[in-house]
Every structure is written in C-alpha cells, then in structure tokens.
C-alpha cells in the first residue's frame, strides 16, 4: 500500500502563491505517477496536474497551464504543486493521488491511492 499526505493549502488573495506538498510513504517502489485533482463545493472531482514518477513526463489540465508547476523529489518521496497567479475559481479541496500502472494520466478512475486532501482558499 501506499500513504499519501499532503501540507501547504491556506487562504491566499487573488494573484498570489502557494505550494502544496505530498508525501509519499509505504510501497513507494510500485508508484508509476502521481496527481493533482480538486474538488469544488457542489462540483465533480477534476484533474489539475500529474508527472511520471521516473520519466518525469507531466501533463495539465487547461485551466492551470502558465500558472502551476508540478515537480518531484525522488529522493524525499515527494511531490509538489507549485500554484502561481492564482485565482478565485481555483478554491477546492485539493488532493494528492498515486498509481502504480500506466493510464489516462487525467483520469481519476486510474489512481488507486489518495491523500485525505488540503483546502486551498483564494479570496478575490
């Protein structure tokens, strides 16, 4: 199995930053890539940003394309989401998944292991 944590959401004003954080634990041997989804109130989970775990390959979703970066460190187990510019439509909860097999990189159907999920607020 593996455990998923993540750290770094808040309430920040319109136009700033934030970096979410997520660490990898337990069988991190078996990890293939790992994601970014949100979930807003009352709207569906959606994909933000994934990378592959060795090739280091990302992909985005449309709406965060020039504003965030998704990065890893191998070494720590861990994967960051820088957030840039943000906005207040990007308010959601936001959640770290794993997957240990190739897929649909923006497909949630593909990650079997997710992290309990950090809010992140953007007051306009």
């Known amino acids: 199995q593996v455990q998923l944590v993540e750290s770094g959401g808040g309430l920040v004003q319109a136009g700033g930053s934030l970096r979410l954080s997520c660490a990898a634990s337990?069988?991190?041997?078996?990890?293939?890539?790992m994601a970014w989804f949100r979930q807003a109130p009352g709207k569906e989970r959606e994909f933000v940003a994934a990378i592959s775990w060795n090739g280091g390959s990302t992909g985005y979703a449309d709406s965060v394309k020039g504003r965030f970066t998704i990065s890893r460190d191998n070494a720590k187990n861990t994967v960051y989401l820088q957030m840039n510019s943000l906005k207040p439509e990007d308010t959601a909860v936001y959640y770290c998944a794993a997957r240990s097999r190739s897929g649909t990189m923006g497909s949630a159907y593909e990650y079997g292991y997710w992290g309990q999920g950090t809010q992140v607020t953007v007051s306009s």
């Open positions: 337990g069988r991190t041997n078996i990890m293939y890539a």
